[in-house]
């Protein structure tokens, strides 16, 4: 797993994987679940091939650049 500060994009969490998840399928989970100090992270998981995590991390590139 990655525990990821996306804190610069945004502080919550929430709202940053329901966006991540709308705009480029990608799934992860909001920090916020692990507690007020997860907040402004989220989590991946990278249990996958090298492709799947290449066209992720593209997505997340595309996520992160329109992101209000």
């Known amino acids: 797993y990655v525990f990821a500060d996306v804190s610069d994009v945004t502080t ?3 709202a940053f994987v329901d966006h991540l998840l709308e705009t480029a399928r990608v799934g992860a989970i ?5 507690g ?3 907040e402004g992270f989220v989590r991946f998981s990278y249990a996958t091939d090298e492709a ?3 066209t992720a ?3 997340l590139a595309t996520a992160v650049a ?3």
Do not use: K, L, Q, R
């Open 12 to 14: 919550d969490s929430h």
């Open 30 to 34: 909001p920090g916020a679940v692990f």
């Open 36 to 38: 007020d100090a997860g």
């Open 52 to 54: 799947t995590i290449e």
């Open 57 to 59: 991390m593209d997505g």
């Open 66 to 68: 329109e992101w209000d």
